[in-house]
């Protein structure tokens, strides 16, 4: 993989795929800019280096569409106050008009319009991406979120121009490749969150080289479920049932830890609560106790302790996904529970997930952890096998 310090780059046009999908207010205003910062060591060094940058991104899923909420405006808006330099907006992405504005533009940075308002990105169209790449001289890759995905700006417009990853990029695989191939023992993996269909992988994969494997969130039921525990009425994965009882014997073998302890209720999700608020019949339990009509959504104090002894004797932590549905019915003691373990802890910490990175600014633990990735899916795709198909073309 070519870096940027790998090639001449010295005032050029430089096309570079940001990833600026940043959740949005009312007003189009961005809310967290954890991403755009991210971004900024790439876009500092090209502008030291004299270049031009034309910067292209996706916001949201407009499905080929133009939807006005997703629109770049905002994004421009907050890399202008990040980056102290005039950010340059333009309406559209491909098109004479574009070309034209770029090459008469006194300004050092560029925005396209989202690239997903043209069905070409997702669809991994060549003529798109071609129209793509005779906006530059040279293309950045420092969208390591996206990554993963055959889309005509990450997997297309680089074989049309010279090409090297950004700085983010190279940061990401090189801290994800040291935690995959070589990681500093005792190496305890956290996995929590949903979504097992593509966890399942990782799950298989890291209880062989990790240490120590906790589980929470909905994986956790599915795992419960599978070493005989009744999970009352909460959501399992069936499917994926006889698979996790492969590894029910790692549970004996204490390599693999789940809940012994959780928290439920007997309401589903959204019913008769507010943002935040827990059900009245939120209540404590062992995992035997669990009644029939009760559904798991945290994991208990006592999981937590076992947990965070876990932690406090670990050299190396990797998490991803939340341990309880924090997000609408106020279950977030378990979540919060294990970001306090990890801020107090001596091992180094890897976090990635869009919900954990979430999780963790909205609690001010952001800076707490040594390494967060910027991918959910890109970055477990990449742990599990050390290849992402838009990296393979750099």
Known sequence: MKTLKDVDIKSKRVLVRVDFNEPLDENGSVKDDFRIKATLPTLQYLIEKKCKLILMTHVGRPNGKIIEKFRTDGAARKLEKLIFEKVEKLDDCVGDKVKSRIENSSSKIILLENLRFYKGEESNDEDFAKKLSELGEFYVNDAFANCHRSHASMVKVPKFLPSAAGLLVEKEVVRLSEVRDNPKRPFTFILGGAKLETKMPLLKSFVQKADNVLVGGKIANTLLKA???????????????????????????????????????????????????????????????????????????????????????????????????????????????LVDALAKCDAETIVGGGETVDFLGDVGARDKMNFISTGGGAMLNFLKDGKLVALELL
């Open 227 to 337: 070493s005989g525990v009744n999970v009352g009425a909460s959501k399992v994965e069936g499917k994926f049932l006889s698979e996790v009882a492969t590894l029910v014997p790692k549970i004996a073998d204490a390599n693999l830890k789940i809940p012994v302890d959780v928290a439920v209720s007997k309401q589903k999700e959204l019913e008769d609560t507010k943002l935040g608020e827990k059900p009245l019949d939120a209540r404590i339990c062992d995992v035997k106790d669990i009644k029939d009509n009760e559904i798991i959504y945290d994991v208990g104090p006592r999981t937590l302790r076992i947990f965070g002894t876990i932690i406090s004797n670990s050299k190396m932590i990797l998490w991803n996904g939340p341990m309880g549905y924090f997000e609408k019915m106020g279950f977030g003691e378990g979540t919060k529970g």
